[in-house]
């Protein structure tokens, strides 16, 4: 298939675009190089790979690169809760209007899979246990901006909304921001961290589990189309201290303290249901455990904090 990847140098995207690659897809990757990064230069030895380096709220560019295409993966987005609300207006037009752009010139037949995140299940007690049934409550300019591009995503026929759990791992555009990845970073260099409201939960999920997820869809579009499905890892609903301490069990010397004053900027706080991506024959491969060890190692290759999107 022809499958365009928007964003597809970022950190999911430099993950998904040689898997893409390695079966068999011709992959179109738009993206403006916002970070410097140069996580797709092995794999431009590829014919079946052309990039744009361009901006996806060019409507007529966009228009034009969508015609030849099969799939359509819009990963171009400001991500996260504290980069959205630095900048809402770009927020706003990468995030939602950019993708109404792609709904409203795709044809019928085009595959469009949306990656939505989970967040926009709010906060609760830690213990609503949240399946695709439940209704979003976004919280944050992030979750709400979101939750109404995944709303125009399934108004149209051949689309798929996947809800993203907290992403995890190694990527060759590394974000050092996200919680996992953050965490681990501390334990390793800082030895010690200051949990605020450290009984809060959340799901998880490698990165190279959501590529995976994607090509899932792909290959099964006749079965999922026009619907949405949780992603993320079914044996990890934990909250900041239970995360602390498997982490810990890696790092024996990481200090682990709490702010009961404090809030975190980011206020999700429930568990997860992913049953219903399982049964449709997806199963995540990494662990939580594979990612801490993983990142352990990558730790000792990237040593400071510049990978992060803010």
Do not use: W
């Not at 410097?36 to 901006?55: A, F, G, M, P, V």
């Not at 809760?81 to 900048?87: E, F, N, P, Q």
């Not at 090509?215 to 949405?228: E, T």
């Amino acid at each position: 298939m022809n499958v365009l990847v928007t964003g597809g140098a970022g950190y999911i995207g430099s993950i998904l675009v040689p898997k893409l690659l390695n079966n068999n897809h011709n992959v179109t990757v738009v993206d403006n190089f916002y970070y410097n990064q140069n996580s797709l230069l092995d794999c431009c030895y590829d014919k079946r790979l052309t990039i744009y380096e361009h901006d996806v709220r060019d409507e007529n560019f966009i228009k034009h690169v969508l015609k030849k295409q099969d799939v359509i993966i819009p990963l171009a987005a400001i991500v996260g809760v504290a980069a959205c609300d630095k900048d809402m207006t770009t927020s706003k037009t990468v995030n939602f209007d950019a993708i109404k752009t792609i709904v409203d010139n795709k044809s019928k037949e085009q595959i469009l899979i949306y990656p939505n995140t989970n967040s926009g299940y709010g906060s609760t007690d830690g213990s609503l246990f949240c399946d695709e049934k439940t209704p979003l409550n976004p919280i944050s300019f992030y979750g709400i901006i979101k939750k109404q591009s995944e709303d125009i995503v399934l108004s149209v026929d051949n689309s798929v909304s996947l809800r993203l759990a907290t992403v995890f791992g190694i990527s060759p555009r590394m974000r050092m921001d996200l919680l996992v990845n953050d965490f681990t970073y501390r334990a390793l260099y800082d030895r010690f961290i200051v949990l605020f409201q450290p009984h809060f939960k959340r799901n998880y999920i490698h990165v190279r589990d959501v590529s995976s997820a994607f090509l899932h869809v792909i290959n099964n579009i006749d079965k999922m189309k026009n619907n949405v499905y949780n992603l993320g890892l079914s044996s990890a609903n934990l909250s900041k201290s239970e995360l602390c301490e498997k982490i810990k069990s890696y790092i024996n010397d990481f200090v682990i303290m709490t702010n009961d004053f404090a809030e975190d900027i980011d206020q999700r706080n429930y568990i997860v249901s992913n049953e219903k991506i399982e049964k449709n024959g997806f199963h995540p491969e990494f662990s939580i455990d594979d990612g801490i060890v993983e990142l352990i190692k990558g730790y000792k290759i990237i040593k400071n904090n510049k990978f992060t999107n803010i």
